[in-house]
Nanobody, 124 residues
């Protein structure tokens, strides 16, 4: 059973920063991809960033967040992070942590385990 618990959401003004965390069990870091997705009401969930939990920790990003968001992991804590800088109102969404049994972290449809989400609100 894979459990993913997000934290760190909140409200911030445009241009500000937030850091999300997702804690899981150490077994989850034995391989596969950990990732962050976001969803706004009425729209499909979209992949934001992914990281291969074993080996080199290779990362993937959606074009909309490249250069602003950084995904990272702490193997000792079995936790991944999403550092979000230069936030825009369009970044407002529910953010979900996810896990997929795949090496291709940008294949967003390969993620099949989800956390409950944490809300991020960016005001203009």
């Amino acid at each position: 059973q894979i459990q993913l618990v997000e934290s760190g959401g909140g409200s911030v003004q445009a241009g500000g920063s937030l850091k999300l965390s997702c804690a899981t069990s150490p077994n989850t870091f034995n391989g596969g991809c950990m990732g962050w997705f976001r969803q706004v009401p009425g729209k499909a969930r979209e992949g934001v960033a992914g990281i291969y939990s074993a080996g080199t920790g290779a990362t993937s990003y959606a074009d909309s967040v490249k250069g602003r968001f950084t995904i990272s992991q702490d193997n000792a804590k079995a936790t991944i992070y999403l550092q979000m800088n230069s936030l825009k109102p369009d970044d407002t969404a529910m953010y979900y942590c996810a896990y997929g049994r795949t090496r291709e972290c940008a294949r967003w449809t390969y993620y099949s385990y989800w956390g409950h989400g944490t809300q991020v609100t960016v005001s203009s």
